[in-house]
């Protein structure tokens, strides 16, 4: 094991137990299993079932259904009942939050069931408490006392079970005596698996969900590296982002989070939790997992000294030129190589916007740093905050060539005796042993930076591999993380391109991003209910993905954040319109996080870190928070939103739409 993983430059699955969900078999290196959770009432039998077949019937391999109190945990045996009669075996998982009864009368009827150990005995108040050792001790006892049932009637009835930690829902014990951390996450899970274990109890999954990819990652790797430390084993692992939201963040959060993992081969089940009917995430797991299907395997040369800890952020140390590297947030590129022409109103795309009258640029929030144009020179005036970029043959024909940044290909750059005094871009393939060769003979070559790509099949680990080298033998270059995407379908290009950069990004690896693919590969297809290509064009959509992925990776903050629940059973109102009409009224607020939950179980303690939430705490009634802070109580739905607002406003972060752009 080397920290956390069987390998970091060989894919290789996490050897895990393996445990029977009825017929289904999990961990223990069979397939990845892909799973979701119905949005519907658990008390309407009729509904559930049905949302429950097309789940099924999309390919989800267990269907999970909220049972918050005893009434509902009754009812799941009528939906069993149902579904059994109706010829579908797939197996149920019983969602509990708070209530050791309901989950001990599910145990009895499902195949699995889901708790939540920072609200199964503890109740959160936010309250910090001081513990002496012997006080600690009394609380674990605590949790046994009232655990141990449960785990006795899985024992009998062969049930599985997943202790299911989530960030946003820490007991406060363990935030006392943690903080809001990983390591927390980690250690209010292994405190209910140690009771499990003393009673020889092993059918078990685990998780470690939180809204923030980053977080969510290193409490997975602290996991495993406790579970090996402590027992010699690991126990399966079910992986998903919570709260992720809808459409293409959604996706990219999920991908990057969930993404980071199977590369390193763990994982043994996953959902990913989108604010859209259920059925809908199934497609986005199969896209995920296929890409660790019968994977090839090849080898890159292993690493003898990991020069960086997987279990914490901290950006690489590079060198700042411009404004790359050193200091400043990752740029973008934009990829323009294969526009036939570049005109003024292309670059609307990427972010500006020109005003012919005034003769101005108005510059987004999302508007690219450089521009690539290949074999083209573009006839009119940039924006001051947009440099372009050719190729190194293009740029030598230039009479003004401090205007572009050359482009060259690997060990061109050594071979041509022309250069820029200022700043010379390499593209070089971090498969090819000879570009760290390159990479050591420029590392005081101030005007340089790398543009990484991978010709390895896991392109991934190589190019991780390739930059852990370059941290070994402290060279500070900077690194443009470049990708580029075949792939046909707009879901699959964004897994692509999240899970290809994110997981370096988490890792505090790239100074920048520059996506490419073929746009005339991609076929239509549906995210979140609309076409893309009929609404986007190419250039939009990377430089979307590119500024998504940064703010997803919490790299670089570019837009609002929505930390917003899949609906559930417990939802007290519809979410996905609620997102959508949040969404519009304040998407223009840079860097403000604002959490939008369907009911108080995944209320305050899930908004995690979000600067305001809009939670249902009744039918019809919403409840405001700043931070973890109630404002307003029981708001009446239909004047909620105006209600959020007015709290912004008094919080001073509300600006009004047409004061976000900037004229240069």
């Not at 006392?176 to 003393?198: C, H, I, K, N, Q």
């Not at 372009?388 to 061109?412: F, M, S, T, V």
Request: charged share 25%; hydrophobic share 35%; proline share 4%.
């Amino acid at each position: 094991m080397e920290t956390y993983c069987p390998s970091l430059t060989r894919y290789s699955r996490l050897p895990t137990l393996e445990v029977k969900i009825g017929d289904l078999l999990l961990g223990n290196f069979h397939p990845i299993r892909v799973q979701t959770m119905t949005t519907t009432d658990t008390m309407d039998t009729l509904a559930t079932v049905e949302q429950s077949i097309r789940c099924i019937e999309a390919g989800a391999e267990l269907v999970r259904i909220t049972a918050p109190s005893k009434k509902e945990a009754e009812n799941l045996l009528n939906i069993k009942n149902e579904l059994r009669r109706r010829g579908y075996k797939t197996p149920l998982v019983a969602d509990i939050h708070f209530t050791p009864n309901a989950a001990e009368i599910a145990a009895r009827i499902v195949e699995k069931v889901r708790v939540n150990p920072g609200n199964y005995v503890d109740r959160k108040k936010f309250e910090h408490i001081e513990y002496t050792d012997a006080e600690y001790d009394e609380e674990i006892e605590r949790i046994r006392e009232r655990f141990t049932p449960l785990v006795t009637i899985c024992k009998e009835y062969g049930t599985a079970m997943r202790i299911g930690t989530n960030h946003g829902s820490l007991s406060d014990r363990i935030m006392s005596r943690y903080g809001d951390t990983p390591m927390g996450m980690v250690e209010s899970a292994m405190e209910f698996l140690r009771v499990a274990r003393d009673e020889s109890y092993h059918n078990i999954i685990l998780s470690m969900k939180s809204s923030n990819p980053q977080v969510m990652v290193q409490a997975y790797r602290l996991l495993i590296r406790q579970m090996d430390a402590e027992f010699g084993v690991c126990y399966p692992l079910h992986l998903g982002v919570t709260e992720a939201g809808d459409g293409e963040d959604g996706r990219i959060k999920s991908a990057i989070g969930i993404g980071t993992l199977l590369e390193d081969g763990i994982g043994d089940t996953i959902r990913v939790s989108l604010t859209e009917d259920p059925e809908f995430e199934i497609p986005v797991c199969r896209d995920l997992v296929k890409r660790y299907e019968n994977r090839t395997v090849k080898e890159i040369t292993p690493i003898q000294k990991l020069p960086y800890s997987p279990f914490e952020y901290r950006r690489r140390v590079t060198r700042g030129l411009a404004n790359i590297g050193g200091t400043h947030v990752p740029v973008v590129v934009a990829d323009f190589m294969k526009a036939k022409t570049i005109h003024r109103e292309d670059l609307k795309a990427i972010g500006y916007s020109y005003d012919e009258p005034s003769d101005k640029w108005t510059i987004g929030d999302a508007a690219a740093d450089y521009i690539y144009t290949g074999k083209k020179v573009i006839n009119f005036d940039l924006p001051g905050t947009l440099r372009p970029i050719c190729d190194h043959a293009q740029w030598a024909e230039l009479d003004e060539r401090d205007r572009y940044i050359p482009l060259y290909q690997g060990n061109e750059y050594d071979q041509k005796g022309e250069r820029s005094e200022t700043l010379n871009f390499i593209a070089v393939d971090a498969a090819n042993e000879e570009s760290i060769e390159q990479a050591d003979k420029l590392r005081d070559d101030a005007t340089v930076v790398l543009c990484c790509y991978s010709s390895h099949p896991q392109s991934i680990l190589s190019v991780r591999r390739f930059i852990m080298e370059l941290m070994v033998r402290d060279i500070r270059i900077p690194v443009i993380l470049a990708v580029e995407s075949e792939h046909t379908t707009i879901d699959e290009q964004l897994i692509h391109f999240s899970a290809e950069t994110g997981a370096l990004l988490i890792d505090g690896m790239g100074d920048g991003l520059w996506l490419m693919n073929a746009p005339e590969k991609i076929a239509n297809s549906r995210v979140s209910g609309r076409t893309y290509l009929e609404t986007k064009n190419n250039h939009q959509f990377l430089n979307n993905i590119a500024f998504s992925i940064l703010q997803a990776a919490r790299t670089r903050i570019s837009k609002t954040e929505y930390i917003s629940c899949p609906s559930c059973g417990r939802t007290l109102f519809d979410l996905q319109e609620t997102t959508a009409r949040i969404r519009q009224m304040t998407h223009h607020l840079k860097g403000v996080k604002i959490a939008i939950m369907g009911c108080i179980v995944n209320g305050p303690g899930e908004m995690a870190d979000a600067d305001f939430g809009y939670v249902g705490s009744g039918p019809g009634k919403v409840t405001l928070y700043r931070g973890k802070d109630i404002v307003k109580r029981s708001v009446d739905n239909a004047i909620a939103l105006e209600e959020l607002i007015n709290l912004l406003k008094e919080s001073n972060v509300w600006i009004e739409p047409q004061t976000l752009t900037t004229p240069l």
